[in-house]
């Protein structure tokens, strides 16, 4: 954290929902923590919505929101007030995170503490989404120009996403990585938010050498913001290269 010139006694965390249009349908790709969140005294988190009607849109307009994974950054932002957020939008999530997530053996057997913890946000959550729930496997084009990707580690179902366009391209990889001074420079660390620890290292270092060696431009929810970058091998490590 020093040598990039972050703080070292604290860490903040950038979160980066993304939303495109393509034709008359507008995507967003994770909600954040979501209005409740942002409601709280002297909150710095959950702030999308506040941002998206300061740049004009309603989370009315949204048509479609994905779900990368089933963490409560990512999914919280569903509900407000135990209302569905984006109320004319319809909900798609990865068909392994549904499976796990909502299967009533595993969460009998999760341990105490973050796993059943997020169990229970889950089906809290998505019990909510109802008839406007879609469930889409890896490998497919999920909506015009958006295709999923498996890169499971980080949760058993974590989804990366190809957007494509007019023969532009960039790769939206979720949470690969966390924080960017950490975890690029030093890829084969993990957290304890990993899931699969070994996993989530094989699954980042195949996805970042081949962005590196192809130099194609990676989109990260947590990277510093707006999160986009150019990767380039730095050792055992990678570089980004910031594209404001």
Known sequence: MREAGLPTDSLTTT???????????????????????????????????????????????????????????????????????????????????????????????????????????NRRILDQVGERLSIFKWGAEIVPGL?????????????????????EQIFIQSDLTNQAALFVANPDWHSALDQFPDQTVQTRRRFYDMLAEKRIALQAFHHPFPGRCYLEKNGAGYRRIPID
């Open 147 to 167: 295709e999923a990707i498996a890169a499971p580690g980080h949760s058993i179902g974590h989804t990366a996403f190809w957007l494509r366009s007019h023969g």
């Open 15 to 121: 979160f980066a929902p993304v939303l495109f249009t393509n034709g008359s349908k507008t995507t967003l790709i994770d909600t954040g923590f979501g209005p409740d969140a942002a409601a709280e005294a002297g909150s710095t988190k959950g702030l999308l919505v506040g941002n998206m009607k300061a740049n004009g849109i309603d989370p009315a307009d949204i048509d479609v929101v994905v779900i990368s994974h089933f963490h409560p950054d990512h999914v919280n932002g569903l509900l407000s007030k135990d209302r569905l957020t984006f109320p004319n939008a319809t909900i798609m999530v990865p068909e392994p995170e549904w499976q796990f997530w909502m299967d009533i053996e595993e969460m009998n057997c999760a341990p105490q503490g973050r796993m059943s913890q997020l169990f229970q946000n």
